[in-house]
Structures are given as structure tokens and as C-alpha cells.
């Protein structure tokens, strides 16, 4: 699953620099947390039956194979509002895509590779029926694209939870225990304020732009313009929350890069006013971040 955005001051003095580095980067994953190119196109199953298990043996009788996870769209925040799955359809055609919210989705273990930790089913309570159902997801409007993105997510997995076996969680309870992981988020991007970078012929991001597809691989510059990598992978948290941005430094066709992890809040997105093009600002100069120890997966 392949986030963002309005954060915060040019990083002025060593000191500050020092501070924001403690809060910013980290040099290794988490072992609850995954990269978003890991969520696309992982297979999503659906079950009529209420998921009450942590983890099973391999795929469980009436779980269905119902589409895939095609991308994920991320507010400006940083969070995760809604998981765009490709449902039906064969070899690509005929496929619709729905807008699932994340709470509707189970992260379960497969049990039947107890070497590989981080294999996993993606489970939702629902019937293929539901999905078929569901409003088909659209990027028309675009300056109602977050509210939509939010409304349609949520009312789809309002509309199948009601449907499905009435002893299953509901995924408000799921939101709910994200909202302590987005606090913290937002405490650590607030420690080093700034003011976003602008750039002329450039402009705010808007949520079309914010999609993991998008975003990876698109080139990263410093405060002064000089180009210093790309953004190679998202991390997410267990809960979906985007926390952090992985920039590729330096190199040359991807010989010599030094990849470094910095918070999602210091990373500036800009779209291109009259052509599309999307490119990254970080408030710090190449030099400063191929000084960071290199983020290990």
C-alpha cells in the first residue's frame, strides 16, 4: 500500500535541527507496521460470518475472495480515510472499485506460515452481495473529493455491517482505537512548527494527488531546490495511519541511495499548477539528511 502535508519551520539553528531529528526520524520499523506498496494489491476476503480470531490457518471455509486493494487515500493529516478495492470483473475488465473505510478491514495472521510474521489476510464482515451493492468510487468532484472520500467509505461499511452477521465489531470501535496512534502523531509533528514551503507555478495538493500510487516515486527537493531523492515507500501503522515517508537520497539509478525516514507532518506536497507533476519538500539539505542514519525495514 503505496502520504503529507501541512506541517510546519525551516529548521534554522543546529539546535532546533538537533530537537526535531529526536522526534522526526527513526532508523528502523516497527514490527506492527508495514509499507503501503505492501497493502496494494494484497487479495481482500470477505466473510459473512463474524471474525473473532487474532489469527487462523490459512484461508477459512466461507471466506470469499472478493477483489483487491488497488490504492489507499490519505487525508491531509496524514490518515487513512478509505481503502479503494477492485471488486468482480476478470483479468482487470468488467472490475468496479468501492471505497472501503479502514476500520471495515481485519488485519488477521495466517497461522499456516508461523516463520513469516508478516503474512496476513485482509478480512472484512460482509458478502459479495454487499460489495456488488456498494456505490462505485469516483474522483468527479473534485473540490468535494475529502468529504466524499470520507462519506461514501463510511456509508459503505455502514451498509454492510448492517447486513452481515450482527455479532461482528463494528468498525467505529476500530476508528476509535486509532484515535490515541493519530494524537501521538500530531503531538510529534507539532514539536518543530513551520511553515509549509510554497513554490511558484506549484500548488497545495489536493486529495486526488494523495494516493499512494502518486505519491511514491515522486521526486524530493530541499528548502533551496535542489533535488535530493524520491519518496520510495509509506509507512503505515497497524491502525493505517501514514506516519512516516521513506526518501531515497542521492544515487544514481537507484545505485548509492541512502534511504532515511522522516516524520509525514515535515514533508511538503506541491502539485504542478498547469500539468500534474507532484514533487516533495523537506525543510532540510541533502547534506543534512544523508547525516541521518539510514532507515532499515
Not at 35 to 42: F, K, Q, V, Y
Given at each position: 500500500m503505496k502520504n503529507l502535508l501541512y506541517s510546519t519551520a525551516v529548521l534554522a539553528v543546529a539546535g532546533t535541527a538537533a530537537f526535531a531529528q529526536d522526534a522526526m526520524f527513526r532508523t528502523q520499523a516497527?514490527?506492527?507496521?508495514?509499507?503501503?506498496?505492501?497493502?496494494?494489491?494484497?487479495?481482500?476476503h470477505a466473510s459473512e460470518a463474524a471474525i473473532e480470531g487474532e489469527a487462523y490457518e490459512g484461508v477459512q471455509e466461507g471466506w470469499?475472495?472478493?477483489?483487491?486493494?488497488?490504492?489507499?487515500?490519505?487525508?491531509?493529516?496524514?490518515?487513512?480515510?478509505?481503502?479503494?478495492?477492485d471488486i468482480g470483473g476478470f483479468l482487470g475488465i468488467g472490475e468496479r472499485q468501492v471505497a472501503l473505510d479502514m476500520g471495515a478491514l481485519?488485519?488477521?495472521?495466517?497461522?499456516?506460515?508461523?516463520?513469516?510474521?508478516?503474512?496476513?489476510?485482509?478480512?472484512m464482515s460482509a458478502s459479495r452481495a454487499n460489495l456488488e451493492e456498494a456505490p462505485e468510487y469516483s474522483w468527479d468532484h473534485a473540490d468535494d473529493k475529502a468529504a466524499d472520500a470520507a462519506d461514501t467509505a463510511?456509508?459503505?461499511?455502514?451498509?454492510?455491517?448492517e447486513t452481515a452477521d450482527p455479532t461482528a465489531e463494528p468498525a467505529e470501535q476500530t476508528a476509535e482505537a486509532a484515535d490515541p496512534v493519530v494524537e501521538t502523531t500530531g503531538d510529534?509533528?507539532?514539536?518543530?512548527?513551520?511553515?509549509?514551503?510554497?513554490?511558484?507555478?506549484?500548488?497545495?495538493?489536493?486529495?486526488?494527488d494523495l494516493t499512494a500510487e502518486r505519491l511514491t516515486g515522486a521526486p524530493a527537493y530541499d528548502a533551496n531546490d535542489e533535488w535530493i531523492?524520491?519518496?520510495?515507500?509509506?509507512?503505515?501503522?497497524?491502525?493505517?495511519q501514514v506516519t512516516h515517508g521513506i526518501i531515497d537520497v542521492g544515487g544514481f539509478l537507484g545505485i548509492g541511495e541512502k534511504p532515511v525516514e522522516l516524520e509525514i507532518?515535515?514533508?511538503d506536497i506541491l502539485r504542478e499548477s498547469d500539468g500534474g507533476d507532484v514533487r516533495v519538500y523537506v525543510p532540510m539539505t541533502r547534506e543534512e539528511l544523508e547525516a541521518l542514519p539510514d532507515y532499515n525495514n
Open positions: 516497527d514490527p506492527m507496521e508495514l509499507h503501503a506498496s505492501e497493502l496494494i494489491g494484497h487479495r481482500v470469499e475472495d472478493v477483489g483487491e486493494v488497488n490504492d489507499v487515500i490519505l487525508s491531509r493529516d496524514g490518515s487513512v480515510e478509505a481503502v479503494l478495492v481485519r488485519f488477521v495472521s495466517d497461522d499456516s506460515t508461523p516463520d513469516d510474521d508478516a503474512d496476513y489476510f485482509l478480512v463510511a456509508e459503505t461499511t455502514e451498509e454492510m455491517a510529534a509533528t507539532d514539536t518543530a512548527m513551520r511553515d509549509p514551503i510554497a513554490r511558484d507555478g506549484f500548488e497545495a495538493a489536493t486529495e486526488e531523492g524520491e519518496i520510495s515507500e509509506l509507512v503505515l501503522s497497524d491502525d493505517g507532518g515535515q514533508i
